[in-house]
């Protein structure tokens, strides 16, 4: 069986309020602020491909009050990842561990995805790793889990998908994967044993 892992809230945790609890020091304005200006479809965008530089300057123009603080979603980026998932990871290194084929396919931005990956060198225990903004396609269109079926040569039916969206882990069934939404590393680590996939 391969496993193809989402990344982000999988192994490595990601939270902008962690960046902008330092910048506003109001825990709701920082809501306010994820909400309405630095939102989840302004950030979509650059999982699709879409450069921060203009993103910044996009955004910068609706909400000239807010351009530093805009500005910091960019430059201050790495303040939004505090570590690895530990538990997760452990896991990932057991399966790789066996002679598991490790996959992975992520909604990211394709230059935050390189400067990422050269703090987490787990990442490379992945044969292949399918990123959003590199493809132009963003989970869950059924193309970008297609697009790794592919270029792998796997099989949709001999491939588990872990991924800690539902939305994303329904995509992974739409095109014949067998799928985990991801809460723990424990559930995820007892679904594998009840999987005899650990």
């Known amino acids: 069986m391969n496993v193809i892992f989402d990344l982000g809230m999988v192994l490595i945790a990601w939270d902008p309020r962690l960046l902008y609890r330092k910048i506003f020091n109001d825990e709701a304005k920082v809501e306010w602020f994820l909400m309405n200006i630095c939102n989840h479809d302004w950030n979509l965008e650059q999982d699709r491909g879409r ?3 203009d993103a910044v300057k996009i955004l910068s123009a609706q909400h000239p009050d807010y351009a530093e603080e805009i500005a910091a979603y960019d430059k201050r980026w790495h303040e939004t990842i ?3 998932i530990s538990g997760s990871v452990d896991i990932l290194e057991a399966l790789h ?3 598991t084929p490790l996959y992975a396919i992520t909604n990211w931005n394709q ?3 390189r400067e990422t990956r050269l703090r987490f060198p787990f990442l490379n225990l992945f044969r292949d790793i399918v990123v959003s903004g590199d493809e132009k396609l963003i989970k869950p269109d059924p193309a970008i889990y297609e697009l790794s079926l592919k270029r792998n040569g796997l099989k949709a039916s001999e491939s ?3 991924d800690d969206s539902l939305k994303n882990v329904k995509g992974a069934e739409a095109v014949g994967m067998k799928a985990h939404h991801f809460t723990t590393p424990e559930k995820l680590k007892a679904e594998l044993k009840g999987l ?3």
């Open 51 to 53: 450069n921060f530089a």
């Open 97 to 99: 561990k066996q002679g």
């Open 196 to 198: 005899k996939l650990l």
């Open 160 to 162: 588990l998908f872990i």
């Open 82 to 84: 505090p570590g690895a």
């Open 111 to 113: 230059d935050k995805f």
